[in-house]
C-alpha cells in the first residue's frame, strides 16, 4: 500500500521508545544482579569464617577441657606435687597411661598432648616420655621459640590457669601445619607445669581458591600466629601490617565479622570466644566479580536482545491493528478526493468535504436530545435534586401543576413468551418505541411531561388526575387500543396521590415496588396500593437460599457469616416489615424448622441445649413482643454455635493424640505427611494445620525433634555406628541424620557421644 509514511513514523517513534526501555532494564537487570552477587559473596564470606571460627573453638574448648580434667586425677596430683629434682619414674609411667587412656578423644579432635614439670626436662605423651630437647626438635622449634619456652616457664609472676601460645614453623613463615598452645599452670608456690598441646592446621581450614588469592589465618594481638594462604610471604606482610591487626584488635567483636578494606582486598575477622586475643582472619580480593563478569554480560546481552526482539514484534502487531482502521479509511477516501503524500492529507481533504454536513448533524443531535424540562423531571423521580432546587426548577420551567397534587404512572411493556424468543433485540427495542409512540398519542394534556423511558422495559409519566378510578379507566382505554395495534400487553402501577412535591421520589419508589405483587395479581394489568394491601401483611421474608445457607454457615461454625444471615433475616421480618400476626407466627414456625434441622445433622436433641421443647421455648402467645423473640432467636443460635465450635475444638484434640501416637509408634520407617494423611484418610493441609495449632510446630519439624530425641536416648543406653543410628530412627541417608542431629543438639552424633564420655568420666572422678 503506497503513502505509508505515518505507518513508519509510528514504527520509528515505538522503535526509540523500546530501544530505551530495553536499555534502562538491561541496565537495572545488570545492576542489580551485581548487587545481589556482592551481598551474597559478603554473606557467604562472613558465614564461611564464622565456621571456621566455631570448628577452631569447638577444637580449643575440647582440648582446654582435657587439661583440666587430668589436672583433676590424683595420679596427676601426685606428679605435679613432686619437687624433687630426680624424675619419679613410677609417676611419668602413671601419668602416661591416663594420657593413653584419653587418646582416642585427643584424636576425635585432632591434637596431641604433651606435659612437663618446670624442675626436670622430661617430657611425657601419651606415645613414651622425650627429653625437653628431643620434643623441641620434633616440634620444629627454632632457638628463638626455645629461648621465649623457657623464659615464659621459669617467670614466676604466671598464676593458675596462665598461658600462652607460641606458632611453630620453618623458618620465619607462618604457614605452618600445626599449631602448639603452651599452658602454664601454677601447682603451689614454686612448682609449675606446661600443657603443651599441639593442633594440626590441616582441618583449620576449608580449602582456598588458588586462582582467586583467598587466605585464612590468625593473628594474637598484633602477631600473626597461623596463616593459610597461596600469596607470597611479602604481600601478607604488606597487608597486615602492625597498625592493620591494631585496628582489627580495636573493633573485631566476637559476635559479629569486621569488614576491612586495603589495597583490593577485603579483610573479614571475627574474635574467638576461647582465647580472647586471638582473631581469625580472612582474606579475599575485591575484584572476585570479574570470574563471574563474562556470564553476567552475556545473560545481560540474552536479555537486551530478547526484550527488543519481543519489543519489535509487539510493536509490528499493535501497529497492525492500530495503523488497519486508519489505511482502511484511506483506502475508502482515496477513490474521491485523489492520492495525498501521506495519510493525512487524504483525510484533510476528506474532512473539507465533510464540514458541510456537520451542521446538519448539529441540527439531529439537538432535535434528540432530552430537554432540560424533561431531565428535572427524571432527576426528580430519581431523588437526585435537592429542595432548594426543586422549587427553583419548579419557578423557572413554570410547572405550575406541580404545586398540587397528581399521580406517578409507570408503564411497563411485557412481551408474549413465543413473540421474544423470535424477536432480536432490535426488534424488542422497535416495539417498545411504537408503544411509547402510541402511549404519547393517548395522553394528550393529561400529562405534566413527556414520557421518561426508564429502560428496556419501563417508562414514566406525571398526570393530573387525582381520582384513582378516573386514572384507571384512562389506562383500561389506552391499553384496550394498544391490543388491537400490537403483539404484546401492557402493566400500570399507578402511585397514591403526590400532595407535595417533595414526596415524588418516595411515591416513585413505592409505584415501583407495586411491579413485586405481580404475580400474586396475575389478572390485574392495573396495579395499585389499594389492589395491594392485603398482601403486605401476609408474607414474611424466607427463602429457601437463605436458610440453605444459614444452616450450613451454622454447621461449619462460620460464626460471623451465620450472624450476618441472621441478622438480615431479623431485620427484614421484624422490623422493616409489618407482619400480621399470622404472619409472624408463620415466620417463627420457619426459625423453629431451620433449628430442627441444625440440630438433627449435629445428631443432638433440643433438650441438649434447651430445657424445654422448641415450641414452648418460642411461645406463640408471646411472639408479638418483636424484641423479646429477636433476643430468644439470637439466644438459640449463639448456643448453636458454641456446641458446634466445642465439638470441633475436641475432634482437633482427639486427632492430634492419633497423629502423635502414629508417629510414636513408626518414627523409625520412612513416613511422610502424604502417608499420614491416606492413613487417617484427611487431606495433608488439614493435618499440617493441627500440628500447628496443637503442636505449635508443622509435621517435619516434629517429626525431627522426636527422632533426634530417640537419637539420643539409644546413645545414652548403648554404643552403636552412626549408620546404625540413623537407620534405627527413621533416616535413609546417613549425611541428612548428622546434619538434623547437629541442627537440634549443636554437635554432630560423634562430638555429642565424645563429649558425653568426657563428662562421664569427669562425673565418676568426682564421686570417688
Known amino acids: 500500500m503506497k503513502n505509508r509514511k505515518f505507518y513508519w513514523k509510528l514504527f520509528t517513534s515505538f522503535l526509540i521508545l523500546i530501544i530505551i526501555y530495553t536499555f534502562v532494564t538491561t541496565s537495572v537487570f545488570y545492576y542489580k544482579n551485581n548487587q545481589l552477587f556482592e ?36 595420679i596427676f596430683k601426685e606428679y605435679s606435687k613432686n619437687t624433687s629434682d630426680e624424675p619419679d619414674h613410677y609417676q611419668l609411667l602413671q601419668v602416661k597411661k591416663l594420657l593413653q587412656n584419653n587418646l582416642s578423644l585427643y584424636s576425635q579432635f585432632d591434637y596431641k598432648l604433651g606435659i612437663m614439670k618446670i624442675n626436670n626436662d622430661i617430657i611425657i605423651t601419651p606415645a613414651n616420655t622425650i627429653s625437653k630437647d628431643q620434643y623441641f626438635k620434633k616440634l620444629g622449634l627454632s632457638k628463638i ?8 616457664s621459669r617467670d614466676q609472676k604466671g598464676i593458675l590457669g596462665n598461658y600462652k601460645v607460641l606458632a611453630f614453623s620453618d623458618g620465619e613463615s607462618r604457614n605452618s601445619s600445626n599449631i602448639t598452645l ?25 580449602d582456598t581458591n588458588t586462582l582467586t588469592n583467598e587466605s585464612f589465618g590468625i593473628v594474637k594481638d598484633s602477631d600473626i600466629v597461623n596463616f593459610k594462604t597461596n600469596m607470597k610471604q611479602s604481600k601478607i606482610s604488606q597487608l597486615l601490617t602492625k597498625d592493620l591487626l591494631n585496628k582489627i584488635k580495636e573493633k573485631v567483636g566476637a559476635k559479629q565479622t569486621t ?10 575477622s571475627v574474635r574467638s570466644d576461647i582465647l580472647k586475643d586471638w582473631n581469625y582472619i580472612y582474606i579475599t580480593p ?56 501521506d495519510e493525512f492529507l487524504v483525510i484533510e481533504n476528506a474532512i473539507k468535504k465533510l464540514k458541510s454536513a456537520n451542521e446538519d448533524l448539529r441540527k439531529t443531535i439537538q432535535n434528540n436530545q432530552i430537554s432540560l424540562k424533561n431531565k428535572f423531571f427524571r432527576d426528580l423521580l430519581m431523588g437526585i435534586i435537592d429542595k432548594e432546587e426543586i422549587h427553583s426548577q419548579v419557578q423557572k420551567f413554570n410547572i405550575k401543576e406541580l404545586k ?19 424477536l432480536s433485540q432490535e426488534g424488542s427495542m422497535a416495539l417498545k418505541l411504537q408503544a411509547f409512540k402510541l402511549l404519547k398519542e393517548q395522553i394528550g394534556s393529561k400529562a405534566l411531561c413527556d414520557i421518561i423511558e426508564l429502560d428496556y422495559e419501563k417508562a414514566v409519566i406525571l398526570i393530573k388526575e387525582k381520582e384513582i378510578e378516573s386514572v384507571k379507566k384512562w389506562i383500561h382505554s389506552f391499553v384496550y387500543h394498544l391490543d388491537e395495534d400490537i403483539n404484546f400487553s401492557i402493566m400500570a402501577a399507578v402511585s397514591e396521590l403526590v400532595i407535595d412535591i417533595e414526596q415524588t421520589e418516595i411515591m416513585f419508589k413505592n409505584a415501583m415496588n407495586l411491579f413485586e405483587y405481580r404475580f400474586a395479581m396475575e389478572k390485574t394489568q392495573i396495579l395499585t396500593m389499594d389492589d395491594v394491601k392485603h398482601l403486605v401483611n401476609t408474607n414474611y421474608y424466607y427463602p429457601l437460599n437463605v436458610e440453605r445457607e444459614l444452616i450450613d454457615s451454622t454447621l461449619r461454625g462460620e460464626d460471623k457469616a451465620a450472624i450476618i444471615i441472621l441478622d438480615r433475616v431479623l431485620e427484614e421480618n421484624l422490623y422493616n416489615k409489618n407482619l400480621n400476626y399470622y404472619a409472624l407466627s408463620q415466620f417463627v414456625i420457619a426459625i423453629i424448622v431451620t433449628i430442627s434441622r441444625i440440630l438433627q445433622s449435629m445428631n ?25 423473640l429477636e433476643k430468644k432467636i439470637r439466644s438459640t443460635f449463639h448456643i448453636l454455635l458454641l456446641q458446634i465450635r466445642s465439638k470441633n475444638e475436641q475432634e482437633n484434640m482427639s486427632m492430634a493424640d492419633q497423629l502423635t501416637a502414629f508417629i510414636q509408634d513408626h518414627y523409625d520407617k520412612d513416613i511422610s505427611l502424604t502417608d499420614m494423611a491416606e492413613h487417617f484418610n484427611l487431606t495433608s493441609s488439614y493435618i499440617s494445620t493441627i500440628f500447628k495449632t496443637n503442636m505449635g510446630e508443622n509435621f517435619k519439624e516434629f517429626l525431627n525433634r522426636y527422632r533426634i530425641n530417640k537419637a539420643k536416648e539409644i546413645l545414652e543406653s548403648e554404643s552403636v555406628k552412626i549408620n546404625q543410628l540413623a537407620g534405627m530412627v527413621g533416616y535413609n541417608n546417613v549425611n541428612t541424620f548428622i546434619r538434623i542431629f547437629k541442627k537440634y543438639v549443636g554437635l554432630s552424633p560423634g562430638q555429642y557421644e565424645a563429649m558425653r564420655l568426657l563428662h562421664r568420666n569427669v562425673n565418676i572422678k568426682d564421686n570417688s
Open 286 to 341: 575485591k575484584n572476585g566479580l570479574i570470574s563471574s563478569m563474562p556470564n553476567l554480560l552475556i545473560s545481560s546481552i540474552a536479555v537486551f536482545l530478547g526484550l527488543l526482539i519481543i519489543g519489535v514484534v509487539i510493536t509490528r502487531l499493535i501497529l497492525k491493528r492500530t495503523y488497519s482502521p486508519i489505511g482502511n479509511l484511506v483506502g475508502l477516501l482515496k477513490g474521491d478526493h485523489g492520492s495525498g503524500e
Open 404 to 422: 398540587g397534587a397528581f399521580r406517578i404512572v409507570i408503564f411497563e411493556v411485557n412481551y408474549d413468551k413465543s413473540l421474544q424468543e423470535s
Open 604 to 628: 443432638k436433641s433440643v433438650h441438649d441445649i434447651l430445657d424445654e421443647d422448641l415450641s414452648s421455648f418460642f411461645e406463640i402467645k408471646k411472639i408479638e413482643d418483636k424484641t423479646m
Open 39 to 74: 551481598n551474597e559473596r559478603k554473606n557467604n564470606h562472613e558465614a564461611l569464617l564464622k565456621q571456621v571460627k566455631e570448628k577452631i573453638d569447638k577444637r580449643l574448648e575440647f582440648a582446654f577441657q582435657a587439661t583440666l580434667q587430668l589436672e583433676s586425677e590424683e
Open 182 to 206: 603452651v599452658k602454664k599452670e601454677m601447682i603451689d608456690r614454686h612448682q609449675n607445669v606446661l600443657f603443651f598441646v599441639t593442633f594440626s592446621t590441616k582441618t583449620f581450614y576449608p
Open 259 to 268: 569488614l576491612i578494606q586495603k589495597s583490593n582486598y577485603n579483610i573479614n
Open 145 to 152: 621459640d626455645r629461648e621465649t619456652i623457657e623464659k615464659f
